[in-house]
């Protein structure tokens, strides 16, 4: 089964270091998405990219985050600095035209 | 302190019944529709979805209905098994692929 890869499992570090979480989408999938899930807030878009180029990044706090695709096979997602408010569950999905998006078992991030 | 969080709607069901799980969604516009299954510490996994030119879809086991009319859309899981406990969601498609998902529903399977 091809499955949507993401690291670190887990993150644990303390407030003002950079984060950096890693995704490698299912191969042949061109579109990506990071998620990040909260108990207060549920699931919550960020940013996705379509063949790289970044389509839309609303959802995400410009001061601090930064999504990038370096290639076909990896995307990052940096939090500099880190505030204990970033704790949470971030997801990455893969999806290929109007197929549904695929997801990873997330990073889970705490931010001491 | 406790932290507060999201009061996730719960539906408790035994096992072998059938669940009906309900969503209401926002947007008259959304085309697409999906329902995904999380369980503990994993992230959400596709069941099944339906697109707005359709109003029922029948997968293994799962049904999903869409009632365009009063904008809602339900997943019907039949004889349910331990297995099918987890946190479920619905989302919508409102444009260019994004997704707005639902609260999600805990659903718990009694022996």
């Known amino acids: 089964d091809a499955r949507v890869t993401q690291t670190p499992r887990d993150k644990v570090t303390e407030m003002g270091q950079e984060v950096t979480m890693r995704c490698q989408p299912i191969l042949g999938h061109n579109t990506v998405f990071w998620y990040r899930q909260t108990m207060m807030q549920g699931l919550e878009l960020l940013a996705y990219?379509?063949?790289?180029?970044?389509?839309?990044d609303s959802g995400m706090p410009k001061d601090r985050f930064s999504a990038e695709m370096p290639d076909a096979t990896l995307a990052t997602l940096k939090i500099q600095p880190s505030e204990p408010r970033d704790s949470a569950v971030y997801f990455c999905a893969s999806g290929l035209g109007n197929q549904p998006q695929h997801f990873g078992d997330g990073t889970r991030l705490s931010i001491l | 302190g406790e932290s507060v969080g999201l009061h996730l709607p719960t539906l408790s069901v035994q096992e072998g019944d059938n669940s009906i799980i309900n969503c209401a969604y926002s947007?008259?516009?959304?085309?697409?529709f999906i329902w995904y299954k999380q369980e503990s510490g994993k992230g959400p996994q596709f069941i099944i979805d339906?697109?707005?030119?359709?109003d029922k879809r029948q997968g293994q086991r799962v049904t999903v209905l869409l009632n365009k009319t009063v904008k809602h859309l339900s997943l019907q899981i039949a004889a349910t098994q331990p297995g099918d406990s987890a946190v479920y969601f619905c989302a919508e498609n409102q444009g260019a692929q994004k997704l707005v998902f639902g609260q999600g529903t805990r659903l718990t399977i009694n022996p």
């Open positions: 947007n008259s516009a959304s085309d697409y």
């Open positions: 339906i697109r707005s030119n359709m």
């Open positions: 990219f379509r063949n790289r180029a970044p389509l839309d």
